[in-house]
């Protein structure tokens, strides 16, 4: 394992994540453009597209058993099938958060703003390696939403109430806004979770925050993307510099070794699984095509690298 990544690891997700490595066993990664470069931090990774520089920071982790279920269209047998293919344990889920600071044109923009004090003992990191990777929270000028999951939000304040990122303008997706906010459209759709941590974060800010339609420029070069399925209004984010792309792929796949290898099957967390089903493999087709930089807030460590193709599917090749 290259000295990167182990550093990733160790500092920002702890040993139990180093599980998830193994995943592209086997898959020889694509020649990066001589353009990128990269360097780490502990607890981050970084890397440039164009004249941007992206960096993967660390919120930590968490640790789930397998169950019957979490993927929805897929036996328990074909799901253990997957992770022993992949070289991961069968029994139990690793779960990474990773969230991305964009720098470019004189902007500072941080894509979903991690778990705060809210999430597994093994999370919360966000603001921690920030710092340790030089990025002053107070420095962060945006911040984007992909969507309104409490591992996304909850790390915008704290349990006082303080924001923790007190000069950035926050930007979220419009569609996304209004089912969140929406108690009698919340209620009525299957399995949606409650809206706890929405009102705790958005309540005492709503006249603040700026909404957008996905579709079009948010903020120094970077543009929404449609991803909707997860959730009502789920939203990935692109630049383009360079010649190259970085996208921001949010909640569009959780585990790679299940959801990235095998596209057309269901996490639990997607509402709409079939919109979500249609979000991953067009996006997906397009990371491969336009050979793509991409990061994930679920992806293995360090949750930046790309897609290539695998049989009918799909593999995730960290940066090394």
Request: glycine fraction near 12%; hydrophobic fraction near 45%; charged fraction near 20%.
């Amino acid at each position: 394992m290259p000295a990167s990544r182990r550093q990733f690891i160790r500092t920002g997700f702890g040993l139990a994540a180093a599980a998830s490595l193994p995943l592209v066993a086997g898959c020889a990664a694509p020649a990066a453009p001589t353009s990128v470069t990269s360097s780490i931090a502990p607890g981050a990774f970084r890397a440039r597209v164009g004249a941007a520089t992206v960096t993967a920071v660390s919120d930590g982790w968490a640790s789930v058993p397998l169950a019957e279920g979490f993927v929805r269209n897929a036996t328990l047998p074909q799901v253990q099938q997957a992770l022993r293919e992949a070289g991961l344990p069968t029994d139990q889920l690793t779960i990474p958060f990773t969230a991305f600071v964009v720098e470019h044109d004189g902007r500072r923009v941080l894509m979903d703003a991690g778990n705060g004090q809210f999430g597994a003992p093994t999370a919360g990191r966000l603001l921690a390696n920030l710092r340790i990777a030089g990025i002053d929270p107070r420095s962060i000028d945006t911040v984007l939403i992909s969507h309104f999951h409490g591992d996304h939000i909850n790390g915008l304040r704290d349990r006082d109430g303080a924001l923790a990122f007190p000069n950035a303008r926050l930007v979220v997706p419009a569609p996304e806004w209004d089912f969140w906010t929406d108690d009698a459209r919340r209620a009525a759709a299957p399995g949606a979770p409650g809206g706890d941590a929405v009102r705790r974060v958005f309540g005492p800010i709503a006249a603040s925050v700026a909404r957008f339609q996905p579709g079009g420029e948010l903020v120094a070069g970077i543009r929404s993307v449609a991803a909707y399925g997860h959730t009502p209004g789920h939203t990935a984010f692109s630049i383009v510099s360079g010649g190259q792309t970085f996208a921001y792929l949010g909640d569009l796949t959780s585990i790679a070794a299940l959801f990235v290898r095998h596209p057309d099957w269901a996490v639990r967390f997607d509402m709409d699984a079939e919109a979500a089903r249609q979000s991953r493999r067009r996006l997906l087709d397009a990371a491969v095509a336009g050979e793509w930089i991409v990061g994930g807030y679920h992806l293995p460590a360090p949750g930046l690298g790309r897609i290539v193709r695998r049989g009918t599917g799909y593999d995730f090749v960290p940066h090394a």
